[in-house]
């Protein structure tokens, strides 16, 4: 087991130093001279020094091995550099809107988890009836379903609704709010986000829940379980459930990286200022220090969010750690 | 002692249980439409939306691109079915070409990414070794970008499509093309890891040995003999490729930074004021994404149906 730990956390390092190289190049391939853009975005016109010295406040003027150098420096110590478009350090910026997008996923996933495992599980256990079909078709049309248009459209209904009863629409205020100083005011604001992120993410979790119940269903230790008369709620309680939780953990550990890629469109829609719009604007004004050191902390997410799950199921099922 | 050479008959009383006598596609066909009444629905909602934007030209009543500003946004009537957006353009007539532009960039980037996907998977199980260790650590460094992110880094890379310069010819792609190539690029990896555990199993059987004892070159063994026999897992993952092409497309021109105007595309209309515009003209974001939606439900239906029948371990799942 530990050495299966141990593998695994080296496996980790050449994943983000490769992911930093390609992030790093890609960023280096964006046509065009952003200090150009700077320096005569007003119509102005500047001299050569100027553009020099934009080049060198930037670091750009240096050799691609010494900036990817510094790059990979800067993210070991947790210095993302300058934007290159607002002048504010990069790890400002993310700061500040990072625990938004972290409310909106977090809240995304309790909303998942809490339709996906009752639901699947119903599901599995009415395998071929109407309640099955229902479940199956509610879940294949959330994998389906883009999340901004759901996002539009629950906008949508929100403004009908508050129009019908209070005879004016209304929408929640886009000023974040943090949770323990307005409650009411935080969670109306990032409860539509979140359900509509969660939908997809309750999707897929529902899917598997229902794939890993038939499964465990169809055991023998469960065919044991009713020969010698035990009640069915602890069959599927104690029994089943326990043992098709596994695989639905690692669905929902790896999801979490797409749910951070699905808040990219949808903080856009509802006008959240988190991670996801800050990494739409930063792609749209060209600032290539913001992007690349954003698309480095969703991969570091993502492939941390991986290593966890892996290092519980190994925990889970030993047999994993062993082969 | 004589023995008696099989007959038709004997034939035909094996065919009952254990014989499967072999079927053309058009009996297959027919066999999965009978057998799949689900996936049947899904075929049948993919092929209309397909003929929507491959006759769009002929069925669309305007021109998609044409805006009408004694018509903006005007409610479904029978002069515009779908009513019309802010600038007066026909929704209905963009949703049509709207699935062109989705058909091309959904099947274009599943089947580049999935068949690259489909020779670097086979080719890594059938070398192994080193070739295998760095393809495969090439894929956990692409695979630990969600797909939307590559597609977004990507994207910046070439906001103004790519210039291709070959043999003295060269030409620049427009927005669709950066689209198809951004979207294609996270692909290749997700269908190579499927396909390499499914062609680890096939490499040692003793027919791939056979066929190197004959000297039969790398290229002919990957492709003649290992390739087909990974093709179950391959369509299945093909199907769903297109699906999530099409979602990330919509995304991708959602968010300014895929398919640019005039094209029309679905998440471009959706971009376009239907938020401005929800309550005074819903249609405008209504229709647009039940497209999407009902496109990528068509797929995901096939896609479980096909899984059904080329996967019988997970029939019932």
Redesign the interface.
Known sequence: MHRYIVNRLLLVIPTLLGAAALVFILMRLIPGDICLVRLGSGGTSFSADALAQCHAEIGIDKPWLLQFGQFIWGLVRGDFGISMWSGKPVIQEIATRFPVSLEVAVLATIIAVAIAIPLGTISALKQNTWIDLLVRTFSIAGIATPSFWLGILSILFVLDITQAISGHPWMPSIDYVPLWKDPIRNLSIVMLPAITVGYRYAAVSMRMTRSAMLEVLREDYIRTARAKGLLEKIIINRHALKNALLPVVTVIGLEFAFLIGGLVVTEQVFNLNGIGRLMVLSVQNQDYTLTQALVMLVVTIAVMSNLVVDLIYAWLDPRISLK | MTYAAPTPTGAAALADDTYIAPRGIWAATTRFLRRQPVGSIGIVIVTIFGLCGLFADWIAPYNPTANDFAAMTEAPSWAHWLGTDQLGRDIFSRILFGARTAYIVGITSAVVGGFSGLILGVGSAYFGGRIDLVLQ??N???M??????MA?????????GVAVHVFGWSFHTGSVSTVIFAITIPLIPRCQRVVRSSALAIRTVPYIDAARALGYSHSRIILAHMAPNVVAPFLIMLTSFV?QAI?AE??LS????GVQEPVAAW?LM?QGG??EY??TA?WI??F??LA??????G???FG?ALRDVLDPK?R??
């Not at chain 2, 999407?292 to 439900?297: D, P």
């Open positions: 650590r090439i956990d460094i692409i630990s970008f969600p797909l939307i992110i977004l880094a990507l994207v910046s890379a070439f906001p103004n699906g979602l919509a995304s959602y968010l300014g930074l998440g959706l239907a938020e929800a309550s819903p974001a209504v647009p994404g999407i939606m009902l496109t990528v439900f797929i995901n239906l479980d997970l019932d799942r």
